[in-house]
Structure formats: C-alpha cells, structure tokens
T-cell receptor, first 118, second 111 residues
Framework: GAVVSQHPSWVICKSGTSVKIECRSL??????MFWYRQFPKQSLMLMAT?????????EQGVEKDKFLINHASLTLSTLTVTSAHPEDSSFYIC??????????????FGPGTRLTVL | DQQVKQNSPSLSVQEGRISILNCDYT??????FLWYKKYPAEGPTFLIS?????DKNEDGRFTVFLNKSAKHLSLHIVPSQPGDSAVYFC??????????FGAGTILRVKS
C-alpha cells in the first residue's frame, strides 16, 4: 500500500519549452500532495504544497508562474515547468499524504523525475 | 536557517555492527519526526517515525530515539547490512504541516 507514481521518470527538453510531470497516488486518496526538488548531493527542498481543489501554496523563492501546480483530483497532481531553462534541470519528487487511515504526518514519495533542459 | 541538521555527511560501518545516524533540530514546535532512506535517482522511502510524546520507537532492526531536551534524535540500525547502504534523511514536521528535511547522511555498510 501507499504507492505513489510519477511520470515521466526522466525527460530531456529544449530550453524554452514546457514540461508536465504527473504525480499519482495509486492506492489511497491524497488530499495533500507536495512537490520537492533535489539538487545533486543536497537535501530535498519543498517547492509547494498542493491541496485538492484549491490553489497551491508556494514556498518562498519559488516562482508560481514558472512552476504551475494543479491538483484536480484526490489521486493526481501535476507540476508544469513553463519555459524551462537549463537552471531548472533537477530531480523533482512528489509526495502524497493519505487522507485517512495512516498517520497524518507521514508522506509517501514518488520515484522522482529527472529533468534535463538543454 | 537550517531547522533540521544532519552534521555527518557520511558514515561507514562494518556489516553486522550498529549504525547510528544523528539529527539535531532547532524548532521546539516540531512534534513529529521521520527517517527516510533514499537510493540515487529514486524517491525517499519511509523507514520509521516518532511522535514528540515518545522517546523511543522500534521497528525490527530500526530504532529511533528522541531527546527533546537536547533537540536531538538518532536512528540505530542493528545489525547493519550491505543493503542498508543509502542516503538517510531526517525530517520533522509541526502539527502535520510540511516536512523539513536535513541534508542527509550517506551510510556505507561494508561486508
């Protein structure tokens, strides 16, 4: 149980294009999903918190117009990197919090998406 | 300002011995702590957690100890196995809000 998937697992795109990453909770409903990015040899940095049916809450320093987050259902959240540039290249990881049953504080992570912008 | 700190970037342990990973925090409002294990190019997997009302939680080979007065927690793995080699992240949350992660500790278990 508590499986979170991400698609695609890796993507290479040209500078200036937009890339959409999907995060799905496969066997539970997630009222809250989180998006992180991780630079090499660094910790996970929270980008935004996404609640189903409402606007995402972005962390300080994260451009909401560049990183568009949509959480349209209890099992799906998407992160769109708009007009991607090489500095956006990173490992993006989502996590989901179970709406019921499991410990409220626990987050279950997806396998991550490696984005490379040429 | 780093609220969660893992001061040891790496740790090397012989197979069968105990691995002790440490974590310090500064926010006294944190009430829930978690340890995650992460392999390269994969998402973190949950290992074990502890509420601030406890000082110890055990799950198989993994035990987490919490010392609230020192704002310190540790993860003990015994016996350590080569498959335990990974990056271990300590994380903390306040009243179910966002997780704050430490920088991680690379554990290498030598056979």
């Amino acid at each position: 149980g508590a499986v979170v998937s991400q698609h695609p697992s890796w993507v290479i795109c040209k500078s200036g294009t937009s890339v959409k990453i999907e995060c799905r909770s496969l066997d539970f409903q997630a009222t809250t999903m989180f998006w992180y990015r991780q630079f090499p040899k660094q910790s996970l940095m929270l980008m935004a918190t996404s609640n189903e049916g409402s606007k995402a809450t972005y962390e300080q320093g994260v451009e909401k117009d560049k990183f568009l987050i949509n959480h349209a259902s209890l099992t799906l959240s998407t992160l769109t990197v708009t007009s991607a540039h090489p500095e956006d290249s990173s490992f993006y990881i989502c996590s989901a919090r179970d709406a019921g049953g499991r410990a409220y504080n626990e987050q279950f992570f997806g396998p991550g998406t490696r984005l490379t912008v040429l | 300002d780093q609220q969660v700190k893992q001061n040891s970037p790496s740790l090397s342990v012989q197979e069968g011995r105990i691995s002790i990973l440490n974590c310090d925090y500064t926010n006294s409002m944190f009430d829930y702590f978690l340890w995650y294990k992460k392999y390269p190019a994969e998402g973190p997997t949950f290992l074990i957690s502890i509420s601030s009302i406890k000082d110890k939680n055990e799950d198989g080979r993994f035990t987490v100890f919490l010392n609230k007065s020192a704002k310190h927690l540790s993860l003990h793995i015994v016996p350590s196995q080569p498959g335990d080699s990974a990056v271990y992240f300590c994380a903390a949350s306040e009243y179910g809000n966002k997780l704050v992660f430490g920088a991680g500790t690379i554990l290498r278990v030598k056979s």
